[in-house]
């Protein structure tokens, strides 16, 4: 019997599918007289797939799919787990549309922090927190849940108590009432007014910048924790100020045209405030940056991942363990990354970002703009989240779609695990005997000695010798350096020089006496220069000479 039936029949159908799957007996907690519910259409649309086997990955809005299949699911079978199951089941008496991963507690829904407080149709949460939890079910009342616990246990109801994980939260995406507040509706909470857009609350800091006057729903404390922190993805901002943006992994991404999403889409008007103040204040509830793992689909036909806030070039869908949502945005955000404001990416990801990459299985942590190799989680104060990404990323970083440096930005300071400060000059760590020939402790990323002692290994994304016409200004001497074939020579002043420890530079052999250095032979033209023209003059003095000898002979 189809599930989306018997959620929409009424008290009859809801009873006999209860009868069917519980008993008659208060297992479920729901009557009759309550069927006209949409949690007890949730409640039935779960219970309508009792007995499917458990299949990782399995289920999607329209019923069970073999997903990856596993113990107990092989060949053709088709079914379910936890997640599969609670958005099949919510969408089908809803019409909501979940995740199917790990953000399907966050997304929308009021926030349940207690058993106590749970009605049949609730979502519930095991394991961790609602951010990050293990396991998901369905409410049925009476302590029971329905759910696809594990490979081997079919679709059936479960105690709490037999979850075997702590209750972390629920989340209600069904309406008993005028909850969640409509979109586009404006809520007031301390004092302070927000208009609803994707789901969050948008701080509003004049009426004049959606209108006028509204009337607003004051929420309590409970209320206003329970609404998502920040918009849907793919919900239109239309700014006060004129512009309209996307959100993307909580942040607003600016739409240059409506061609870069199939056409125009209807939006909330927002106050320009929040937007000028996305990541900055908390009232906003915007980001300033996508969140790390939100896949972008470009207008222009490439796929990303952010890291750091940077757009991460997606080059095969396994590379992140098969295909993922993601949302629309304008090619325009991914062409300016770092470059304006207003596409709220960065060209590089953030420093100490952590990434895993498909291929190796390596972690490398974001040093300048460059992955320099993890080899031990100790080496950095323990092990982190870290953002799955491609290979192809680290292994193409000459590449502007891969959003990463080959060697860290000159200037860059490190500390490694062994407590050695160096300051990254043309790829190379340069060794600080003494932060006061910079004028004090400066900002620096924490990285693994490992990278300094293996320079020769391409992992380490650190140079033995600087780049060929590096110039750096030793300190405090004020003597100019430049590099050529891993050899120093005085140079002029160079405004562009990076500041080094002049101890560092001993390590660094001087080049053979008389030798130009590399910035002084490029400040002349390539056929020029003193000696050149010097030389010059002599050939044509000779010249004249022989000239003057052949007239003389005739």
């Given at each position: 019997?189809?599930?989306?039936?018997?959620g929409?029949?009424?008290?009859v159908g809801?009873?006999l599918?209860?009868v069917?799957?519980?008993?008659f007996t208060?297992?479920?907690?729901?009557?009759?007289?309550?069927?006209?519910?949409?949690?007890?259409?949730?409640v039935?649309?779960?219970?309508?797939?009792?007995?499917?086997p458990?299949c990782?990955?399995?289920?999607?809005?329209?019923?069970?799919?073999h997903?990856?299949?596993?113990?107990g699911?092989g060949?053709?079978t088709v079914?379910?787990?936890?997640?599969g199951?609670?958005?099949?089941?919510?969408?089908?008496?809803?019409?909501?549309?979940l995740?199917h991963?790990?953000r399907q507690a966050?997304?929308?829904?009021?926030i349940i922090?207690?058993?106590?407080?749970l009605?049949?149709?609730?979502?519930v949460?095991f394991g961790?927190?609602l951010?990050n939890?293990?396991?998901a079910?369905?409410?049925?009342g009476?302590?029971k849940i329905w759910?696809?616990l594990?490979?081997?246990?079919?679709?059936?109801?479960?105690?709490?108590a037999?979850?075997?994980l702590?209750?972390?939260g629920?989340a209600r995406?069904w309406?008993?009432?005028?909850w969640p507040?409509a979109e586009?509706?404006?809520v007031?909470?301390n004092?302070?007014?927000y208009?609803?857009?994707?789901g969050?609350?948008i701080?509003v800091?004049s009426?004049?910048?959606?209108?006028?006057p509204?009337p607003s729903?004051?929420?309590?404390?409970?209320?206003f924790?329970?609404?998502p922190?920040?918009p849907?993805?793919g919900?239109?901002?239309?700014?006060?100020a004129g512009g309209?943006?996307?959100?993307a992994?909580?942040a607003p991404l600016y739409?240059?045209?409506w061609?870069?999403i199939g056409?125009p889409?209807?939006?909330?008007?927002?106050?320009q405030?929040d937007?000028?103040r996305?990541?900055?204040?908390?009232?906003s509830?915007?980001?300033a940056y996508?969140a790390?793992?939100t896949?972008l689909d470009?207008?222009?036909?490439?796929?990303?991942i952010v890291?750091?806030?940077?757009?991460?070039y997606l080059s095969?869908?396994d590379?992140i363990?098969?295909p993922?949502?993601g949302t629309?945005i304008?090619?325009?955000?991914i062409?300016?990354?770092?470059g304006?404001?207003?596409a709220?990416l960065?060209?590089?990801p953030?420093?100490?970002?952590?990434?895993?990459?498909s291929g190796?299985?390596r972690?490398y942590e974001?040093v300048?703009g460059?992955?320099?190799?993890?080899?031990s989680?100790g080496?950095?104060?323990g092990?982190?989240?870290?953002?799955?990404?491609?290979?192809w990323?680290v292994?193409?970083?000459?590449?502007?779609a891969?959003?990463?440096?080959?060697?860290?930005h000159d200037?860059?300071?490190v500390?490694?695990?062994?407590g050695?400060?160096?300051?990254?000059?043309?790829g190379?760590p340069?060794?600080?005997?003494n932060?006061?020939?910079f004028?004090g402790?400066?900002?620096?990323?924490n990285?693994?000695?490992w990278?300094?002692?293996?320079?020769?290994?391409?992992h380490s994304h650190?140079r033995a010798?600087p780049l060929?016409?590096t110039v750096?200004e030793g300190?405090?001497?004020s003597?100019?350096?430049?590099f050529?074939?891993g050899l120093?020579?005085?140079?002029?002043?160079s405004p562009?020089?990076?500041g080094?420890?002049?101890a560092?530079l001993?390590?660094?052999?001087?080049?053979?006496?008389?030798?130009?250095?590399?910035?002084?032979?490029?400040a002349?033209p390539?056929?020029?220069?003193k000696r050149y023209?010097?030389?010059k003059?002599?050939?044509?003095?000779k010249?004249?000479?022989?000239a003057?000898r052949?007239?003389?002979?005739?």
């Amino acid at each position: 019997m189809d599930a989306r039936v018997l959620g929409r029949r009424g008290s009859v159908g809801l009873f006999l599918t209860l009868v069917l799957f519980c008993g008659f007996t208060s297992t479920c907690a729901v009557t009759a007289a309550r069927a006209a519910t949409q949690g007890d259409a949730i409640v039935s649309a779960a219970a309508s797939q009792a007995g499917r086997p458990y299949c990782f990955a399995g289920g999607n809005l329209n019923g069970p799919t073999h997903g990856t299949g596993g113990a107990g699911c092989g060949g053709s079978t088709v079914g379910f787990d936890c997640t599969g199951l609670t958005l099949y089941a919510v969408y089908q008496a809803t019409g909501k549309d979940l995740s199917h991963d790990g953000r399907q507690a966050t997304e929308g829904g009021q926030i349940i922090h207690n058993t106590s407080e749970l009605q049949p149709g609730d979502l519930v949460f095991f394991g961790g927190s609602l951010s990050n939890f293990e396991h998901a079910g369905v409410y049925a009342g009476g302590g029971k849940i329905w759910d696809a616990l594990n490979y081997g246990i079919p679709v059936q109801l479960h105690t709490l108590a037999q979850v075997g994980l702590p209750f972390v939260g629920g989340a209600r995406y069904w309406s008993g009432g005028n909850w969640p507040p409509a979109e586009g509706s404006f809520v007031s909470h301390n004092g302070f007014v927000y208009r609803i857009a994707g789901g969050a609350p948008i701080y509003v800091s004049s009426w004049s910048a959606v209108g006028g006057p509204q009337p607003s729903t004051p929420l309590s404390d409970a209320q206003f924790a329970s609404l998502p922190q920040f918009p849907r993805d793919g919900t239109i901002l239309d700014s006060s100020a004129g512009g309209v943006f996307i959100a993307a992994g909580g942040a607003p991404l600016y739409l240059s045209s409506w061609n870069a999403i199939g056409g125009p889409k209807q939006g909330t008007v927002i106050d320009q405030w929040d937007i000028d103040r996305a990541g900055a204040n908390p009232a906003s509830h915007l980001r300033a940056y996508p969140a790390d793992g939100t896949i972008l689909d470009s207008s222009g036909g490439g796929v990303f991942i952010v890291a750091g806030g940077a757009p991460l070039y997606l080059s095969n869908w396994d590379a992140i363990g098969g295909p993922k949502p993601g949302t629309v945005i304008d090619q325009w955000d991914i062409d300016r990354a770092g470059g304006d404001s207003a596409a709220h990416l960065r060209a590089y990801p953030e420093d100490g970002t952590l990434i895993g990459t498909s291929g190796d299985g390596r972690v490398y942590e974001i040093v300048g703009g460059a992955p320099l190799y993890v080899s031990s989680w100790g080496a950095i104060g323990g092990a982190r989240p870290a953002t799955s990404v491609d290979q192809w990323d680290v292994n193409n970083t000459d590449n502007p779609a891969a959003h990463l440096r080959q060697y860290p930005h000159d200037g860059t300071f490190v500390n490694t695990s062994a407590g050695r400060v160096y300051r990254i000059a043309g790829g190379t760590p340069f060794y600080v005997t003494n932060w006061s020939v910079f004028g004090g402790v400066q900002s620096y990323v924490n990285i693994d000695q490992w990278d300094v002692d293996n320079t020769a290994d391409p992992h380490s994304h650190l140079r033995a010798t600087p780049l060929d016409g590096t110039v750096v200004e030793g300190l405090p001497s004020s003597q100019y350096w430049g590099f050529s074939a891993g050899l120093r020579s005085p140079v002029p002043s160079s405004p562009g020089a990076i500041g080094i420890d002049d101890a560092s530079l001993t390590a660094f052999p001087l080049a053979p006496s008389g030798s130009v250095g590399t910035a002084r032979a490029k400040a002349s033209p390539s056929r020029g220069g003193k000696r050149y023209k010097h030389r010059k003059r002599r050939r044509h003095a000779k010249h004249r000479r022989h000239a003057h000898r052949k007239r003389s002979h005739r």
